[in-house]
């Protein structure tokens, strides 16, 4: 399964961004899927998790309260609601499917993954 992520760009401190990711001709609706990024010189870090039915999500303690993930299952594709946004959030989100049906915070969980895109946030 190849994911396609888009919605980055730059934006100054405070502004909302709204990431995008879909896969294409596949069906993602059993997977539980999430967000995570990496910055320059960091490893990757976790974002935020859904569950398959959408109702269950976990987010990093950095990002609670600012970010919010969601999923439409008739386009099979996620969101990431980007609020008020911070210098620190700059990085390349990507996003992806895990092997499971439960949100999780475990990059070893994930098997699909899309190319990223750059969230860049200036002061």
């Known amino acids: 399964v190849q994911l396609q992520a888009s919605g980055g760009g730059s934006v100054q401190a405070g502004d909302s961004l709204r990431l995008s990711c879909t896969a294409p001709g596949r069906t993602i609706s059993n997977n539980a899927l999430g967000w995570f990024r990496q910055a320059p010189g960091k490893e990757r870090e976790f974002v935020a998790s859904?569950?398959?039915?959408?109702?269950?999500?976990t987010y990093a303690d950095s990002v609670k309260g600012r970010f919010t993930i969601s999923r439409e299952y008739a386009k099979s594709t996620v969101y990431l609601q980007l609020d008020s946004l911070k210098p620190e959030d700059t990085a390349v989100y990507y996003c992806a499917a895990s092997r499971s049906s439960a949100a999780t915070s475990r990059l070893d969980s994930y098997r699909y993954w899309g190319p990223g895109t750059q969230v860049t946030v200036s002061s």
């Open positions: 859904i569950d398959w039915r959408g109702g269950t999500t």
